[in-house]
């Protein structure tokens, strides 16, 4: 049955109904009256808060979006047909495919088996292939932009932030692109190649064996951090895929195999065996070669699968953050050392405020123990659900990276969120994002937005403390933050900065 609150799209694009929603748009299945065949389209969003020189820009991506897919031909690609202006926005005509995004498999039945895993990694690395020999990045390689159809086929979705060689750049230096946890570490410096591409399919193929991703943390600014600084853990579910993502993830892109040796070892974990040699791209001859433990914490990666190679992957988390620009060992640091700032790890977020404290802000259940501890960061929630308040305290604990202090180390992280965040203004997988606004006497460097999200209100509060990136989130029921409901998170935000600040 159509869609009665949509109408028909050139006159021929009848919806019929809704498939899914996310940051950019809805998409719904539909039928072409003219070629009398199902269609999916993309309905995208425009965010009433956004400027209008703003929403000229998300139409600009959008048709890029459509320029980039449709000059691309290949059976891992979703296909783009047509794009229609009506409403002032556009809307993309794509194939309609019948499955299950990755992100949805992996959330729905668990890790998937690694040569699995492999051969997705192969189709998706073919359609990549072909994207850059056309001069296409993506640029948004994860597992919600990877389709598994019904079929058996993959194939790669949304190419709404593609970069095209010879397109003008829509985004501003100060805003990041992409994914947090899936954004290569040279696209967050500022770099971009198709090296980057790669990188971001080492992480998805990492979660979809794994079940999450390599650099999954509490909060955004510390899966920033964690992409920049620190090691993905070893895969222990991947078997003889553990080296190939090991590798395609290694920070330095020249450290990583390129697009035809990547492809052979995927090719052969597929078939069950081992993946064969994985050393780096060549380097110009040019190019200064770094000793290699300065670079990262692994040896060369020549292997063929074994336990050898589980030994010194197993290893590497140690050696990161301890190893000097010279690639001897440096001590590691203390808490006495002021380069390592003032926190040795995260406090327990649940002992930074008093069961008074927390019922002023609005919450009157008792806290959820620490949860999603992992590494350095932790949250802890209140609530009052489903129509009371809601408290959420997260922490990020930062150390220093080589030539840097932790404090430089956590400003610099927060630096790159607070661009996300601003560049995200206006949209949200659930809902909408509002501006940022400056707050005073919290912490360092504090600053606050609005949320809506699941017909709830959220006040966001971001603030440093040394090396620790604290994020408040207060919410109700509602449509918008109320003076009140900003008034009692920037109180809670204080009371948690005080208790941080009279701790050593």
């Known amino acids: 049955m ?243 993502l090991l590798a395609v993830l290694e920070k330095d892109p020249r450290l990583r195999p390129g697009e035809a040796m990547l492809r052979t070892a995927l090719q052969r974990v597929a078939q069950g065996l081992p993946p064969g040699p994985l050393s780096p791209v060549s380097e110009p001859e040019t190019a200064p070669r770094q000793p290699r433990r300065a670079r990262h914490g692994r040896t060369r990666w020549l292997v063929g699968g074994g336990l050898a190679v589980v030994a010194v992957a197993a290893v590497a988390t140690t050696v990161l953050l301890t190893t000097g620009g010279s690639g001897a060992p440096s001590p590691s640091p203390t808490p006495s050392d002021p380069g390592a700032g003032r926190f040795a790890a995260a406090p327990a977020p649940c002992t ?47 150390t220093p990276t080589p030539g840097r202090s932790a404090p430089d180390t956590a400003h610099a992280f927060f630096a790159a969120e607070r661009a996300k965040i601003k560049a995200d203004r206006g949209t949200s997988p659930l809902g909408w994002v509002g501006p940022l606004r400056e707050v005073d006497r919290i912490g360092a460097e504090a600053f606050a937005y609005e949320v809506g999200a699941l017909e709830r209100a959220h006040e966001v509060i971001r603030f440093r403390v040394s090396n620790l990136l604290i994020e408040v989130n207060l919410s109700q029921k509602g449509k918008r933050v109320t003076p009140e409901l900003r008034r009692r998170t920037v109180r809670t935000a204080q009371l948690v900065a005080e208790e941080l600040n009279s701790r050593d």
Not at 45 to 50: A, V
Not at 354 to 378: C, F, L
Request: with cysteine.
């Open 2 to 244: 159509a869609d009665p609150a949509l109408p028909v799209l050139a006159g021929r694009y009848r919806a019929l109904d809704r498939l899914g929603a996310g940051g950019m748009g809805v998409v719904w299945r539909a039928r072409d009256e003219l070629l009398h065949r199902e269609v999916a389209i993309k309905e995208v969003l425009l965010s009433r808060n956004l400027t209008e020189a703003e929403r000229a820009e998300t139409r600009e991506r959008t048709l890029r979006e459509a320029r980039a897919a449709a000059r691309l031909s290949h059976p891992s690609i979703v296909a783009v047909h047509d794009v229609v202006a009506q409403e002032g926005r556009p809307w993309i005509v794509m194939d309609l495919i019948r499955g299950r995004s990755l992100d949805r498999v992996i959330r729905g039945d668990g890790p998937l088996p690694p040569q699995r895993v492999a051969a997705i990694g192969v189709a998706v690395l073919d359609a990549l292939s072909l994207a850059h020999s056309r001069g296409i990045m993506h640029r948004d390689v994860k597992p919600a932009n990877i389709m598994l159809a019904d079929d058996g086929e993959v194939l790669l979705t949304d190419f709404g932030i593609a970069t095209v060689e010879g397109d003008a750049q829509l985004t501003s230096a100060d805003s990041l692109i992409g994914s947090p946890g899936y954004i290569a570490p040279e696209r967050l410096r500022g770099g971009d190649d198709p090296a980057a591409d790669l990188w971001s399919l080492g992480a998805t193929l990492y979660a979809a064996v794994e079940g999450r991703g390599p650099f999954q943390r509490g909060i955004p600014v510390a899966t920033l951090g964690a992409v920049l600084t620190e090691p993905p853990p070893f895969p222990s579910r991947a078997g003889d895929l553990a080296p190939v």
């Open 352 to 398: 930074l405020l008093t069961g008074a404290e927390v019922r002023a802000a609005g919450p009157t259940s008792a806290p959820v123990s620490d949860v999603a501890k992992q590494d350095a960061e932790a949250y802890c929630a209140w609530s009052d659900l489903p129509g009371g308040s809601s408290l959420r305290v997260a922490l990020g604990h930062l």
